[in-house]
């Protein structure tokens, strides 16, 4: 009909509307990709459901990126699998799992021990702050404390330091292995790796 005036929707307006109307899929998953730095399958697993991607996405806010998708979608997808329940039934909350990934983050345990207290968490929901606290499991991250335990051992194997000193540079791994053994396996093994390079120049 001639008589009907163009409709000119204020630009503003729809984007106000744009903003209300929930994200795509399809959309979620390009800037999953982009801003999470994911594949196309990554991307398409964590967009498959909202609250897995909502919990994705508050995982994400407070930790490392690389870490939070390897465990949500490694540990935590196998233990909703295992006990067939969604992940807002889980007792390991987005912010408990976020606690979990900065405690390796920050050096606190070693990605060994975190799978331990996932494992204590995902039965009782506890804290892993706490898990980590009342079972002892801290790394060893004192430079001094682990000096003592590399001297003892670098004296202990004078033979084996003659080797590596002389070429047989595999044996590096020996004098690692050592210092896990007397340290139960809490020694911070970067701060580990870098003390032995210092000694057995």
Not at 34 to 48: C, D, G, I, M, R
Not at 177 to 200: D, R
Request: aromatic content about 6%.
């Amino acid at each position: 009909d001639p008589d009907l005036l163009p409709l000119n929707l204020d630009k503003k307006l729809i984007e106000e509307i744009k903003k209300d109307l929930p994200e795509l899929p399809d959309d979620k998953k390009e800037r999953f990709i982009k801003e999470y730095s994911l594949t196309p399958y990554e991307a398409n697993v964590l967009v498959s459901e909202k609250e897995i991607s909502d919990y994705f996405e508050e995982v994400v806010k407070k930790s490392d990126k690389k870490l939070a998708k390897n465990w949500i979608m490694g540990d935590l997808f196998a233990s909703l699998n295992e006990k067939n329940i969604s992940i807002n039934e889980s007792p390991v909350t987005s912010s408990k799992m976020s606690q979990l990934i900065d405690s390796i983050s920050s050096g606190v345990i070693s990605g060994r021990t975190a799978k331990e207290v996932f494992e204590i968490m995902k039965e009782t929901g506890e804290e892993p702050g706490k898990i980590i606290e009342s079972k002892g499991l801290q790394q060893k991250s004192d430079p001094k404390e682990l000096e003592i335990i590399v001297d003892k051992i670098i004296f202990n194997n004078k033979d084996k330091v003659i080797q590596y000193k002389s070429g047989k540079d595999k044996l590096f791994g020996f004098f690692v292995g050592q210092v896990m053994k007397v340290s139960g396996g809490k020694a911070n093994p970067q701060l580990v790796n870098e003390i032995l390079k210092k000694k057995l120049k």
